[in-house]
């Protein structure tokens, strides 16, 4: 499979160092995979017989500019022209994530689809704005769309549903979405710290970014379960219809009553039917000790679904870091590969 | 997909039951699904327009001799008719367990991937005992051996660590796979009671089998961690591999020291690396209380893979009982469907 990386961030990069570590692994599954064009805002690589991924991840270590790399670097590297090149089978897109617009990725997305290059994708931004519309683009064209990194990275929250369902119902989506907040949350149950001195520690260790309001807030959370509700209770909703309520709140107190109560607050994202409609809420929860994601503790993550037939799922666990994401974005390339048919 | 039923015990009846069920579900899908075959071991029923369903499970509940049924039953239907007739693109293979011989189903499978007819089956002895060649057999003839049921039930265990780990080297599997003696030690452990008091429970209940053997003394976790082993580590390993003890000399003591000591005694299949060899053991284990599986009780069932590049993956859930197990057989039959390639 001839592929484009477009987007060449952490996650981009730890891809390309994922699939010469996986050279082995690779062959023997008889996947022969090239990357013919590496693009950042910058410039870009070209080789239409497959990019020296080694030399090229060496260079890029050192020099963020990829126009000024000696084999094939070019400012003239742009998406049309890879789209003009027709030398691809798989589009990687990996550019920054734009929740108002999807830019620039949504028309990175439309583009390939439209003609027939298969998209795989770790950025949230068109994924949460239009995954069904671009989901009938890819079935119309007969390729597919692969979403996995975009809710969970390594946790597969979207086969989970979609494969390990299939044939099932799902009436209800209840997960622990973000680490860094269960981290938080975690710290301070077992600490009996405040929420700004757990704050603090995670920042000390990177778990939590340099502005962690996205995480904290809910928005995070809010984002992963509007692109499962949509994809696997096939609804067409928008970040407005979820109530959103972070941690930031949350006082020792009332983490030391749980505590003693035999319970435990965690950030929750829930999608359920009640009374006939669909409530989708992000809210600090206290979970009782029998609930299945009561044990999710420090940065895990975990997902359960209800089902009406295969009962229910809970799948938890999943690394954190740009390797694993990357390596949530090879798992859909090697199920895309396999044959399956995300978009039908 | 035009399909054939053959062996007609609980989970078949479940099974077609289940696409009554589906009918529209299947038909959003795009799914077009008829039973031309259905056949148990004292005849079967046959059209080759698609058997009428809702009739035949009517009539089935109250006589089990198929070949009575009046339109289409016959004593002349057999397995050889099914072949002959080449009007089938999936067997699904539902005969009784033999774990030495596999057979009949063991026939049934090649004869049908020879034929170039897909197979899902819910028949452990051919899968423990021939996976690696039923499976090269399936491929060779560039068809699809679905085996999920076999593993597990609903718990998607068999897709868990093949599609969800696509990419990744699963390093080790450890899992809680019978629900009984998963419900006996759970039970000893609430209520303080005997072994033989929380087995006559599981028994009342109908938890526990008439002849409990194969659960308690471990062969049924064996023989799942064994299909487990061989399809995701690539390995062809048989019973005699596994170190296996059960949980009938556990005493209320143990359960009471490891409660004391904040831990629980589960019953897990585990194989793992060790010195550069593969250790696969059966036998009852005290976890701790930060163990993934330590909160898995009563009748739950999980699965815990670790892999190199997409962290450890907990899957746990999976409702028990026939509707559950034929639900797992149509998840096969949908994946395979949506094109899934399990066998490469």
């Given at each position: 499979?001839?592929?484009?990386?477009?987007?060449?961030?952490?996650?981009?990069?730890?891809?390309?160092?994922?699939?010469?570590?996986?050279?082995?692994?690779?062959?023997?599954?008889?996947?022969?995979?090239?990357?013919?064009?590496?693009?950042?805002?910058?410039?870009?690589?070209?080789?239409?017989?497959?990019?020296?991924?080694?030399?090229?991840?060496?260079?890029s270590?050192?020099?963020?500019?990829?126009?000024?790399?000696?084999?094939?670097?070019?400012?003239?590297?742009?998406?049309?022209?890879?789209?003009?090149?027709?030398?691809?089978?798989?589009?990687?897109?990996?550019?920054?994530?734009?929740?108002?617009?999807?830019?620039?990725?949504?028309?990175?997305?439309?583009?390939?689809?439209?003609?027939?290059?298969?998209?795989?994708?770790?950025?949230?931004?068109?994924?949460?704005?239009?995954?069904?519309?671009?989901?009938?683009?890819?079935?119309k064209?007969?390729?597919?769309?692969?979403?996995?990194?975009?809710?969970?990275?390594?946790?597969?929250?979207?086969?989970?549903?979609?494969?390990?369902?299939?044939?099932?119902?799902?009436?209800?989506?209840?997960?622990?979405?973000?680490?860094?907040?269960?981290?938080?949350?975690?710290?301070?149950?077992?600490?009996?710290?405040?929420?700004d001195?757990?704050?603090?520690k995670?920042?000390?260790?990177?778990?939590?970014?340099?502005?962690?309001?996205?995480?904290?807030?809910?928005?995070?959370?809010?984002?992963?379960?509007?692109?499962?509700?949509?994809?696997?209770m096939?609804?067409?909703k928008?970040?407005?219809?979820i109530?959103?309520?972070?941690?930031?709140?949350?006082?020792?107190?009332?983490?030391?009553?749980?505590?003693?109560?035999?319970?435990?607050?965690?950030?929750?994202?829930?999608?359920?039917?009640?009374?006939?409609?669909?409530?989708?809420?992000?809210?600090?929860?206290?979970?009782?000790?029998?609930?299945?994601?009561?044990?999710?503790?420090?940065?895990?993550?975990?997902?359960?679904?209800?089902?009406?037939?295969?009962?229910?799922?809970?799948?938890?666990?999943?690394?954190?870091?740009?390797?694993?994401?990357?390596?949530?974005?090879?798992?859909?390339?090697?199920?895309?590969?396999?044959?399956?048919?995300?978009?039908?």
């Amino acid at each position: 499979m001839r592929l484009a990386v477009v987007g060449f961030g952490g996650v981009g990069q730890a891809f390309v160092d994922l699939l010469l570590l996986k050279r082995s692994y690779l062959y023997n599954e008889g996947l022969d995979i090239k990357i013919n064009y590496i693009m950042n805002s910058r410039g870009g690589v070209y080789s239409p017989t497959g990019i020296d991924c080694a030399s090229l991840v060496e260079f890029s270590k050192a020099n963020g500019d990829l126009s000024q790399y000696k084999n094939g670097g070019s400012k003239q590297i742009t998406f049309e022209s890879i789209m003009k090149n027709k030398d691809i089978d798989v589009l990687v897109e990996m550019t920054p994530t734009n929740k108002e617009t999807g830019e620039p990725g949504m028309t990175y997305i439309e583009r390939a689809l439209e003609k027939g290059i298969h998209v795989i994708t770790s950025n949230k931004g068109p994924v949460m704005l239009a995954y069904k519309r671009l989901n009938k683009l890819a079935a119309k064209n007969g390729v597919q769309l692969g979403i996995g990194c975009t809710s969970g990275g390594a946790l597969p929250t979207v086969n989970g549903g979609l494969i390990d369902m299939a044939g099932a119902e799902i009436l209800s989506i209840e997960g622990i979405l973000n680490g860094t907040t269960n981290f938080i949350l975690d710290e301070m149950a077992q600490k009996g710290v405040t929420y700004d001195d757990a704050l603090k520690k995670a920042m000390d260790l990177g778990i939590a970014e340099a502005d962690p309001t996205l995480d904290v807030e809910g928005w995070d959370t809010a984002t992963k379960l509007l692109i499962l509700t949509n994809i696997l209770m096939n609804e067409e909703k928008t970040l407005a219809d979820i109530l959103v309520e972070g941690i930031t709140g949350i006082t020792p107190e009332q983490i030391e009553k749980a505590k003693r109560e035999g319970k435990k607050y965690k950030l929750v994202g829930r999608t359920e039917n009640r009374d006939g409609s669909l409530h989708m809420t992000v809210r600090p929860e206290k979970l009782d000790r029998g609930h299945p994601l009561y044990s999710i503790d420090g940065r895990h993550k975990a997902v359960r679904y209800v089902s009406d037939t295969l009962g229910d799922l809970t799948l938890s666990g999943g690394a954190s870091g740009v390797t694993p994401a990357a390596a949530s974005v090879l798992r859909d390339l090697i199920n895309i590969y396999r044959g399956y048919r995300y978009s039908i």
